[in-house]
């Protein structure tokens, strides 16, 4: 049978990046085995769900380019893909085990109890409701409960765990693990207000969606043994499952969806990350290519993606390491796609480019910079320099500038500019040769003084490349500015 895998986010907040994680690895294992990816939507925590969050996870997994066989969005065989959609098959089901004596009803108020699904980007424990009935219900006769039933009473379902040796669950990942029946205790189906708990859902759409193997987080294992005596149940055949190691902060505790050092899904994109570079980074959080190499692009991971080699420790979400993969792609991508970009930002943030921008000058700059960035929008601040019309003199400037002989030198260049009416990289290039021949100096001694005069500090990018992004009567106005500093070193800055 073809491999089936779903992901199943609920649209009660953003898509956290622990989330992405998950349905990644599910999405590799469906192409490496030449499977179904299918994606799910649990909205049946009504009162919790978020307008748009649908919508948002649509665009999130497209723009990383993880496109799905079947969904709530896309339709196909299974569906409906709306859990909301299906309280009807749920309901069905849940009268099933009713008629059997597997599930009674319960008429104690813990039948309101509220279950928290436990989602890859929540910081909640296990599901609740699952906690004892208070009262006699599962000893009441049934034709006493249904008639109670169809006079109106409110009551929740509650499925009757049987005793028996204990459940085993056989996990990809984690080899087999153990679990006492008597723990588990009889536990809530569908709640008094008609919806359907998570473990209940879950097991019933999985069957019926023929998922044949269950790739989530690890915090999901607690849930399992009871979605496995649904199956017993229904004399179901289980999918295989599989729990990922826990995404983990850099101080090794679980990552939550408000460290404000991992940012959700849409601010990624929203400051101009290469896609790329987040599905490399994530299919790295808790598997292993087997070798040293890092670097992959999707075709390479989904070949060589498989569950023998997700490990069991917790993966660190490592910022640092996060930040040199986003540089490894952006400072490969073309310059008109790294343009394209910091355009895109330039939309986002409101930001208008001085009048002297266009295209090929973004792609000079952009030229002296690429290497540095993890971002388009980190474009802004390395640029500031260029964009912006008075520089910011740092403490190494400022004293270099200082001196004697770094104002000579930026007063004979200043000189030279305002005598010659050129201003490119050739122009620049020939006056700073004239200029040091006429004082004698050359090196570190003749463009230093200028490069902190025009750009604030004493290192930076090709000067002459660097210097012909400014406007002319830009670059003169900072000389002449920056000359102050050898004549009233206690303005410095102003």
Wanted: proline share 6%; charged share 25%; net charge negative.
């Amino acid at each position: 049978m073809s491999v089936r895998v779903r992901f199943a986010p609920s649209p009660t907040g953003h898509l956290h990046i622990g989330g992405v994680r998950t349905a990644l690895f599910n999405y590799l294992y469906a192409r490496h085995t030449g499977g179904q990816f299918i994606l799910r939507l649990e909205d049946t925590d009504v009162d919790r769900n978020v307008a748009g969050a649908e919508q948002a996870f649509v665009e999130a997994f497209r723009w990383l380019g993880l496109a799905w066989d079947e969904g709530f969005d896309i339709g196909g065989p299974y569906g409906p893909y709306r859990c909301s959609e299906r309280i009807a098959i749920y309901r069905g089901h849940a009268e099933k085990l009713l008629a059997s004596g597997m599930a009674y009803a319960c008429f104690c108020l813990q039948g309101e109890a509220k279950e928290v699904r436990p989602e890859e980007d929540a910081d909640d424990g296990p599901s609740a409701g699952a906690s004892g009935c208070t009262g006699s219900c599962s000893s009441l006769d049934p034709a006493e409960a249904l008639k109670r039933i169809q006079a109106g009473e409110p009551h929740a379902i509650r499925f009757r765990a049987p005793s028996g040796p204990p459940i085993v669950v056989r996990d990809i990942v984690r080899g087999e693990i153990a679990f006492e029946r008597e723990d588990l205790k009889d536990f809530v189906i569908i709640k008094r207000d008609g919806m359907p708990t998570y473990n209940f859902q879950v097991a019933v759409d999985d069957h019926l969606m023929a998922i044949t193997h269950v790739i989530r987080g690890e915090e999901h294992l607690s849930n399992t043994p009871r979605q496995l005596l649904i199956y017993e149940a229904f004399g179901w055949q289980p999918p295989q499952f599989a729990h990922l190691p826990i995404v983990l902060d850099e101080s090794r505790k679980k990552l939550s969806k408000r460290d404000p050092n991992v940012l959700p899904v849409s601010a990624y994109r929203e400051q101009g990350y290469v896609p790329q570079a987040i599905v490399n980074f994530l299919a790295l959080l808790g598997w292993s290519p087997g070798d040293e190499e890092e670097i992959f692009d999707l075709d390479e991971l989904c070949a060589r993606f498989d569950l023998d080699r997700v490990g069991r420790a917790g993966a660190v979400f490592d910022v640092a390491k996060f930040r040199w993969m986003a540089n490894q792609y952006f400072k490969s991508l073309d310059p008109k796609e790294a343009v394209r970009l910091i355009r895109e930002q330039a939309v986002r943030l409101n930001y208008s480019f001085p009048p002297y921008v266009d295209d090929e000058w973004l792609e000079r700059a952009v030229a002296l910079v690429q290497d540095g960035l993890a971002c388009a929008r980190e474009f802004f601040t390395a640029a500031r320099v260029w964009l912006e019309p008075e520089v910011a003199y740092d403490e190494e400037a400022r004293a270099l500038l200082a001196t004697e002989g770094a104002a000579r030198v930026v007063r004979a260049y200043l000189s030279a500019c305002e005598q010659d009416p050129s201003w490119d990289e050739a122009a620049n290039r020939a006056r700073f040769q004239a200029v040091g021949r006429a004082l004698g100096v050359k090196g570190r001694d003749l463009f230093m003084p200028v490069r902190a005069a025009v750009t604030g500090h004493t290192h930076g990018p090709d000067l002459q490349k660097s210097m012909a992004l400014l406007p002319k009567e830009m670059a003169v106005e900072r000389m002449r500015r920056a000359l102050a500093f050898a004549q009233a070193p206690e303005h410095q800055g102003r």
